[in-house]
């Protein structure tokens, strides 16, 4: 008769509950659904825009965020590894800079594709709760404050962020903070598909001699630009997707219980839920949010 080890057969038991308790985590409940529809269409809708010339400014102030969220990351980086930081610049290309002396390159180079994909990851796990979102977004003010100083001459950068932390007021008093929980979700939904989209374009689709991975590569010397680029699109789709886990394991809270969570932590005085938070109701006036904001960068 066979024997089978006691500690072997309790250990592939003990894989299997934590596999089907796992399973059970990630399985979303109604608002969890919800919230993935709604990041779903939200997928759609930039990718439709991207591509459409006179339609792509509508997200526009929302891809010159994202540049933002490289360069701070670029810059948060340079401040740990000692480095000093002269200035930050967006471009109304879509580009940007950040100045520096000092510093170790080979951690302050990746750190802008890495960071700002790690900016969207947190973001999206915020979008799965109200007060996360609300913490969320004093986080981002805070990070909002030291670019701006580091910023300082660059009245693009001063344009885009005073005009993102007014909306996220008006969207933080919208619906008791609901609506504040899907701009969240979008900001880290754009964040992380514009790292995706622009690594592919910069240095896999084509090589661009100044982009990060191209001045990586030289420091390294080990590998190619498409290399490194390739090691970041994984780890941008890594992210994007931890993004979504964590939200779907950590805020399993009913909408109602949300709803009843945020009236206690950091709460609107007199709010009136003015805006809508039903997801199509939401979608058409957070549209009309983004076309008015767009249309104010753009003539700036």
Not at 74 to 90: D, P, Y
Not at 124 to 138: L, M, P, R, Y
Not at 146 to 156: C, G, K
Not at 192 to 218: E, P, Q
Request: aromatic share 14%.
């Amino acid at each position: 008769m066979p024997y089978i080890h006691e500690g072997s057969e309790n250990a592939t038991f003990g894989a299997f509950l934590a596999s089907r308790d796992f399973k059970s985590q990630v399985t979303p409940n109604e608002t969890q659904r919800t919230t993935l529809i709604v990041a779903g269409c939200y997928i759609i809708v930039i990718a439709v825009l991207w591509h459409i010339p006179f339609l792509s400014w509508i997200i526009y102030p929302f891809k010159l965020l994202t540049v933002g969220f490289h360069e701070m990351s670029h810059a948060i980086v340079g401040i740990l590894t000692c480095a000093r930081i002269h200035s930050i610049e967006l471009d109304p290309d879509e580009g940007g800079a950040t100045s520096m002396s000092g510093g170790i390159q080979w951690l302050t180079l990746p750190a802008g594709y890495l960071g700002s994909s790690f900016i969207g990851a947190c973001l999206i796990a915020c979008g799965f709760n109200t007060n996360a979102s609300k913490v969320a977004s004093i986080v981002l003010a805070v990070f909002f404050l030291f670019t701006l100083w580091w910023a300082r001459r660059d009245w693009l950068t001063w344009a885009l962020l005073l005009g993102m932390a007014a909306l996220i007021v008006v969207f933080w008093f919208a619906g008791g903070g609901v609506a504040l929980r899907y701009l969240i979700l979008f900001i880290g939904v754009m964040s992380d598909l514009y790292v995706i989209w622009d690594v592919i374009d910069d240095t896999i689709k084509r090589k661009v001699n100044t982009s990060d991975a191209s001045a990586f590569a030289k420091i390294c010397g080990c590998c190619p630009s498409q290399v490194w680029g390739v090691i970041w699109l994984i780890q941008a789709l890594i992210f994007f997707a931890l993004g979504v886990i964590v939200g779907l394991v950590a805020f399993k809270q009913s909408a109602a219980v949300q709803k009843d969570n945020a009236s206690h932590f950091l709460p609107v005085p007199g709010s009136s839920g003015a805006i809508s938070t039903e997801p199509g109701a939401f979608m058409a006036t957070a549209f009309s949010f983004f076309v008015l904001f767009g249309t104010a960068i753009n003539l700036l």
